[in-house]
């Protein structure tokens, strides 16, 4: 049964960091395109940032230049790292893991930025 486990969320400050990991299980992890999606309160769930297998990388607008998605093909694992953090991207964050027509998500983290 596929899973996709999130973990790293939590509460910082403006202008600072935080690093999310998203553990799958149950697929074959390296045949999949590897993404993370944000959803606020009252808004659309977005596209923060996607990995394909061979590394390449694709980012939302509001979080390029200060967001960086990785991924570790042996360990199962997909990574975004945010630094310089904004209230505006307080919001829940979830894994997404997709191939052609099979797509799987995670339950969500949640990460809130305030002061």
């Known amino acids: 049964q596929a899973q996709l486990v999130e973990s790293g969320g939590g509460l910082v400050q403006p202008g600072g960091s935080l690093r999310l990991s998203c553990a799958a299980s149950?697929?074959?992890?390296?045949?999949?395109?590897m993404s993370w999606y944000r959803q606020a309160p009252g808004k659309e769930r977005e596209l923060v940032a996607g990995?394909?297998?061979?590394?390449?990388?694709n980012y939302g607008d509001s979080v390029k230049g200060r967001f960086t998605i990785s991924r570790d093909n042996a360990k199962n694992t997909v990574y975004l790292q945010m630094n310089s953090l904004k209230p505006e991207d307080t919001a829940m964050y979830y894994c997404k893991a997709q191939r052609i027509a099979s797509i799987y998500w995670g339950q969500g983290t949640q990460v809130t930025v305030s002061s």
């Open positions: 149950g697929f074959t992890f390296t045949g999949y395109y």
């Open positions: 990995i394909w297998y061979g590394d390449n990388s």
